[in-house]
């Protein structure tokens, strides 16, 4: 696979920059990624400027996702944020460093905390469908890893330390807020790898053996690129499906957007109240 030099990178990172700050006043404080059925939060966003992916220079072509995806940047919770409407799965091709570009011109933007959700499948036996769990840890099986290739040590360090990927003290803010609200959230650990295959029961015994309890197919790419670049990290997941190898059922799409939906206020509440704790 061709990867870009630091000075590509660089090059192609600056035009896109150049181009967004020609495009927007904006200067966002908060970059939100989210998941799959959970897109619905967008709109809670005052909206000041959107701008589709496909004018931004080098931004990853999002036409596989079917749908154009967009910057949305305005404010949510009082807070400066920029949205990212359409994320870039492994599954659909995009290499790590492409899915790790939109996080790294965002940053160099100005954000400073990346805010993440994600769809997954609940491997924990206390978790049901529609559950909704922070996510404390998590377990990198891409088999990948954006931070392969050239490292830019103005970006962050060649061996970036991974003791504390999701910001403790923002879980904490997290949790008091789910507290407060009487919303009832988990927390543990997502374990990522490339789909688009769902797994076998034999995986998904392997997976909640080795410390696992939810499995998804995103997410781990730009947390790995924010902690690179110093940025803390807030992750919820919302369970669609329950993945317990000894009773297990087909996966079922619609189901799994379905109960995306039915957890997705419980997500988008926790969120806007941790932004507004901040
Ligand atoms: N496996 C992987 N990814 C997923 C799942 C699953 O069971 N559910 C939602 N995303």
Redesign the pocket.
Known sequence: MQRDTVEEFREKRDEALSFLKNETDEQPDYLIILG?GLGRLADEIDVVDSISYSEIPHFPDSTVEGHAGKLLFGSLSGKKVVAMQGRFHYYEGYSMQEIAFPPRVLHAMGAETLIVS????GMNPNYSRGDIMLINDHINMFGDNPLIGPNDDELGPRFPDMSDPYTESLRKVAEKVALKKGIKMHEGVYLA?S?PT??TKAEYRFLRNIGADV???STVPEVIAAVHMGMDVLGISVI??E?FPDALEP?DIEK?LEAAGEAEPAMTEVITGVLQEL
């Open positions: 799959t994600n769809a997954s499948g790898l789909g769902m797994e499995v998804g197919m669609t499906d993945c996966v799994v």
